[in-house]
């Protein structure tokens, strides 16, 4: 998705602010959304029925449908960190093209990439672990 997916280009639009809203709202495509994409909605239609449906299950962090919920939140956390390490010059020129204001930021938005790349690597690990441990559950069940 494009800086020509924007209907608007007459708004600045801030790197920090689109990395985080990545970072906690990702989910729900809050990011493309503040970018002016006109796609932004298929973040929440992937991620929310799925989730809804894993949430009704007792362990729902063991339910097969928490993958693709998982996997829409990795993709924001990286688009999070993706953002967050453009160099200005780069995000102006995709995003503020046109616009007298350009973006001067320092430390922000290293510090989203980092808390980025944090909750997406606690979340992979945590999948993983689950995954493996329902594996080998399964198997200890069958082989008795």
Do not use: C
């Amino acid at each position: 998705m494009q800086a020509n997916d924007s209907a608007d280009q007459t708004r600045f639009r801030s790197k920090p602010i689109a990395g985080l809203l990545a970072l906690l709202a990702g989910v729900l495509g809050a990011h493309r959304l503040y970018l002016g994409s006109s796609l932004w909605w298929l973040y929440p239609v992937l991620a929310l029925p799925p989730l809804a449906l894993a949430l009704q299950a007792q362990e729902w962090f063991r339910h097969p449908a928490i993958v693709v919920p998982t996997v829409v939140a990795l993709v924001a956390f990286g688009e999070a960190i993706r953002f967050s390490l453009t160099p200005d010059e780069r995000w102006d020129a995709l995003r503020n093209a046109g616009l007298a204001r350009r973006s001067n930021n320092r430390w922000a938005p290293v510090f989203v990439a980092i808390a980025a790349l944090v909750a997406g690597t606690i979340m992979m690990v945590s999948v993983m672990a689950i995954s493996l441990e329902t594996l080998f559950l399964a198997r200890r069940t069958v082989a008795r």
